[in-house]
């Protein structure tokens, strides 16, 4: 069935440093992407989100890039803090027909994001 | 600063008792979701809903259910807890007139049945 999926589990990286996750998805009608980070005992939080029609968004200290061809998306976080640690999961939604979505999410299974001082 | 609200925030029960996991926003969002999270796995969708009186079930088979009887409230129900039902219960919302609106989650309820 469609996926999305994560290409590495872990990522340990030294304070300051630029962090970039990575995730694969299988279904190419998938027209939205968005990006949660999870902190321990807490529910996922919006990071940042990119639509189809768009290769790069950037927010505060976050980049997503979109690549429609190889069907890949990444995080890239600027200048990574102790408080970036995290799960991080990348998810696709895919609009039907009428072009509505009912906010379906298909999630991948998560990179921890280590940070170390 | 969270506007979706989930308790308890732990639940320990024993099997074959009913529980009733609360979830309530503020944000006057029409449609809310249920997801299941086991410890650093993927979420998978077991409930969600359009508004008021609208119920439907997600990707992953649940024996749970659901009800929305006001647009602010999106209880789930275990009739008879089991083991197999352990794990962490996430509530979400989002806009439905926003095409394409993230999802705003609560902060789970972790259900251990023993």
């Known amino acids: 069935g469609e996926s999305v999926g994560l290409h590495l589990p872990t990522l340990s990286v030294q304070e300051g440093d630029n962090s970039i996750i990575n995730c694969a998805y299988s279904?190419?009608?998938?027209?939205?992407f968005i990006w949660y980070k999870q902190e321990s005992g807490k529910g996922p939080q919006f990071i940042i989100d990119?639509?189809?029609?768009?290769d790069k968004r950037q927010g505060q200290r976050v980049t997503v890039l979109l690549n429609k061809t190889v069907k890949h998306l990444s995080l890239q976080i600027a200048a990574t803090q102790p408080g970036d640690s995290a799960v991080y999961f990348c998810?696709?939604?895919?609009?039907?027909?009428?072009?509505?979505?009912?906010?379906?999410?298909?999630f991948g299974q998560g990179t921890i994001l280590t940070v170390h001082p | 600063e969270a506007d979706i609200y989930q308790t308890p925030r732990y639940l320990v029960i024993g099997t074959g008792k009913k529980i009733t996991l609360e979830c309530s926003q503020t944000?006057?969002?029409?449609?809310m979701y249920w997801y299941q999270q086991d410890p650093g796995m993927e979420l998978h969708l077991i409930h969600y809903?359009?508004?008021?009186?609208?119920?439907e079930k997600g990707d992953l088979s649940s024996e749970s259910t659901v009800s929305r009887i006001r647009t602010e409230h999106f209880p789930l129900t275990l009739e008879s807890a089991r083991p197999s039902h352990t794990s962490q219960y996430l509530c979400?919302?989002?806009?439905?007139?926003?095409?394409?609106?993230?999802?705003?989650f609560g902060n789970g309820t972790r259900l251990t049945v023993t």
């Open positions: 979400a919302s989002s806009a439905f007139k926003e095409f394409n609106s993230p999802l705003h």
């Open positions: 279904n190419s009608a998938s027209d939205y």
């Open positions: 990119i639509r189809s029609n768009m």
């Open positions: 998810a696709e939604v895919t609009s039907n027909a009428g072009g509505t979505s009912y906010g379906k999410l298909t």
């Open positions: 944000m006057g969002h029409d449609k």
């Open positions: 809903s359009y508004g008021v009186n609208s119920t």
